[in-house]
């Protein structure tokens, strides 16, 4: 009798075993099942995210450090795991961005870029590696983020945002993030956040210099209200074309994360009316207090005459996309030259028997060319002039 029990229990003990086995074995399948990343071609709707009821032990240890702080604590954290971010641009503001963001415990990550990794972009596009190139940089960085903090939901959209799609994606998620340099982009994103109703923490960086702004965050301005207008595109200079010390949006989308971080785990921004400017030459922060909502803002004004998504391409007369870039001003340029080049050589043939003619032509040339110079002058400065008369209703704080 005793020798059956004794058997009894020590198959007992193997089942148990066995079961505890089996356990961890579902659990590692179902963990590395929730890590497959599907790479997004089009906007689809997402179930909603609700916060966690409570953080289990290992938040605990992981997210110790923050935890400590009395500014976030557990209630913050637990926002935080509640918490949708939708990141426009997985560059060189975007991965950092990405990562602080992902290694805080945000809930779910909506990393969007059309654009795939290239050699150039290395430098400072931190969360992309040599092996990368060539891949979609949406699901480079959604995979470098998935290896930092496995419980993090990343989707990534490997699109174009576009006025079709932009208001369907925004609205799923709470806080957008803007980290896009075209004109027409910034518009679009600022109008589709308006028009849902969400906060955007937009910032850019170029050669040595950085900005950050939240638009349209309790009451403050949205980016219309400061820009009514789109700047001439020949005035506009991105990246490719004025180069960026790598590390300058590496603090700028720092400082973007420690802002969404804020809102997300119920601090709230201070950036909501004030342009944060920092000047890396000089090591210099500068804040500047916005002027506040204006009333007559096309898309967030009393009588707003943007109700939808508009063309933002023909809006901002050039392309949504900084690889297929139309420099107006070069071509015209250009073609000046070109005009001015034929008639040196016309009035040089004719006036080859006649001096006379010679100086009479030298001398219309070069007024042909003092109104064209004149003309290019006033244009390119009729726009700065309008960004100096928007920064003129701000106050330095
Ligand atoms: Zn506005």
Excluded at 50 to 56: D, F, G, M, N, V
Excluded at 351 to 363: D, F, I, N, P, Y
């Amino acid at each position: 009798m005793a020798q059956e029990v004794c058997s009894l229990k020590a198959r007992l003990e193997e089942k148990e075993k066995e079961i505890v086995d089996l356990k961890n074995k579902l659990a590692q399948l179902e963990k590395s099942h929730a890590s497959v990343l599907e790479l997004q071609d089009k906007v689809t709707p997402l179930s909603p995210l609700t916060a966690k009821p409570a953080l289990s032990n290992e938040d605990i240890m992981r997210y110790s450090r923050q935890l400590l702080l009395p500014e976030l604590g557990v209630k913050g954290q637990l926002n935080l795991s509640g918490a949708s971010v939708l990141i426009v641009g997985c560059g060189g503001l975007g991965c950092p961005l990405a990562q602080y963001l992902a290694a805080a415990g945000v809930g779910r990550l909506g990393l969007l870029d059309y654009d795939e990794v290239e050699l150039s972009n290395l430098h400072r596009q931190v969360l992309h590696g040599e092996e990368n190139q060539g891949q979609a940089k949406a699901l480079s960085a959604a995979r470098a983020v998935k290896r930092l903090n496995s419980t993090v939901e990343c989707i990534p959209y490997h699109l174009q945002l576009s006025p079709e799609n932009a208001l369907q994606l925004i609205q799923q998620y709470p806080q957008a993030t803007s980290v896009t340099y075209n004109v027409p982009t910034r518009y679009l994103v600022n109008d589709a956040c308006v028009l849902s109703g969400k906060p955007l923490v937009s910032a850019s960086a170029l050669r040595m210099e950085g900005q950050l702004t939240v638009y349209n965050y309790c009451g403050g301005p949205c980016y219309r209200c400061l820009y009514p207008l789109p700047p001439p595109p020949e005035t506009v200079t991105n990246c490719s074309d004025g180069g960026v010390l790598g590390v300058v949006p590496g603090i700028m989308g720092c400082f973007q994360a420690l802002e969404v971080l804020k809102i997300a785990s119920g601090q709230g921004s201070s950036c909501g009316q004030q342009l944060l400017m920092f000047d890396a030459q000089g090591f210099r922060f500068r804040p500047i207090r916005l002027r506040p909502k204006q009333a007559d803002c096309a898309v967030c004004g009393e009588s707003p005459s943007v109700t939808q998504l508009i063309d933002y391409e023909a809006f901002c007369g050039s392309a949504a996309t900084d690889k297929d870039k139309t420099c107006l001003g070069v071509v015209c340029e250009h073609k000046v030259y070109l005009l001015i080049k034929c008639f040196l050589l016309a009035s040089v043939f004719i006036c080859v028997s006649s001096l006379t003619c010679l100086v009479l032509m030298t001398m219309c040339i070069f007024y042909i060319y003092l109104c064209i110079v004149i003309n290019i002058t006033t244009k390119a400065l009729s726009w700065q002039d309008q960004q100096i008369r928007s920064v003129s209703h701000v106050s330095i704080g």
